[in-house]
């Protein structure tokens, strides 16, 4: 058992990321992480993931300002083909 273990551990010791790492520190919760980028606006994973839910969340209550259409996306005014402009 402790020789299989050895071998698996050992394999980790020699690996050595390729290029740079940066240490970054999230700019919305402040956690650090790493990253093989400088990032002028680092976010880290977890935010990310919430940042894109957010985006991806619709309100079905309120109207698009510019084309009048019920439901718009979370935190903005206009709905989603509005926003990224997909209109026909």
Known sequence: MQLTHMRFSGIFR???????M????????????????ALEAP?????????????STI????????CGNMGVIHDKTQCYSCYFRLQK
């Open 14 to 20: 020699k690996w050595r990321p390729k290029g740079k």
């Open 43 to 55: 976010v880290c994973g977890r935010c990310m993931q919430k940042i894109k839910s957010s985006d």
């Open 59 to 66: 309100d079905y209550d309120i109207k698009c300002t510019t």
């Open 22 to 37: 940066y240490s970054l520190r999230c700019n919305q919760c402040g956690n650090g992480f790493l990253s093989s980028f």
